[in-house]
C-alpha cells in the first residue's frame, strides 16, 4: 500500500506541474489574443459601417460596379437585412444624381429644374410642372 501512495503522490506533482505549466501557456495566449484584437480593431469596425458601405457602393457610376459591389456584401446579411442594402443603395444613386429626375432642390424651398446642358430654367415653389 506504501508504494501506491508513493505512485500516487509522484502522479499527482506531475499532475500538478502540467497544470502549472498548461496555465503559463493560457496565460501567454490570452495576452497574444488581446495583442491581436487590438492590432485588428484599428478602427475598422468604426469605418465600415451600413451608410459607409452604401455610399461607396452608390459612387460608383457604374451600374455593373454598384451590382458586384453589393453582391460581396449580401451573402453576408439576412434576407431583409440584404433587401435593405439593395433599397439604401437605390436611395443613394437617385440621390446622388439629383433627386428627381433632373430637379434638384435648393436652399430656398424651391427645385431648379436643369436641362442637359446644365442651365436652370426654371425655378418653382411646387417642384412640379
Given amino acids: 500500500m506504501n508504494e501506491f501512495m508513493l505512485n500516487f503522490e509522484?502522479?499527482?506533482?506531475a499532475i500538478e506541474e502540467m497544470v502549472r505549466?498548461?496555465?503559463?501557456?493560457?496565460?501567454?495566449?490570452?495576452?497574444?489574443?488581446?495583442?491581436?484584437?487590438?492590432?485588428?480593431?484599428?478602427?475598422?469596425?468604426d469605418r465600415v459601417t451600413f451608410e459607409n458601405v452604401v455610399e461607396q457602393i452608390a459612387s460608383n457610376e457604374d451600374p455593373a460596379l454598384?451590382?458586384?459591389?453589393?453582391?460581396?456584401?449580401?451573402?453576408?446579411?439576412?434576407?431583409?437585412?440584404?433587401?435593405?442594402l439593395r433599397a439604401a443603395i437605390k436611395h443613394k444613386v437617385k440621390e446622388m444624381n439629383g433627386g428627381d429626375g433632373g430637379r434638384t432642390f435648393n436652399n430656398y424651398g424651391t427645385?431648379?429644374?436643369?436641362?442637359?446642358?446644365?442651365?436652370?430654367?426654371?425655378?418653382?415653389?411646387?417642384?412640379?410642372?
Avoid: C
Fill in 10 to 13: 509522484e502522479k499527482m506533482r
Fill in 21 to 45: 505549466a498548461l496555465n503559463v501557456r493560457i496565460e501567454v495566449l490570452e495576452a497574444e489574443n488581446t495583442e491581436l484584437r487590438a492590432r485588428l480593431n484599428d478602427g475598422w469596425n
Fill in 66 to 84: 454598384r451590382d458586384e459591389g453589393r453582391k460581396i456584401f449580401e451573402p453576408m446579411l439576412k434576407k431583409e437585412m440584404a433587401r435593405k
Fill in 111 to 129: 427645385y431648379n429644374e436643369v436641362q442637359s446642358g446644365g442651365m436652370n430654367i426654371n425655378n418653382r415653389q411646387d417642384g412640379g410642372d
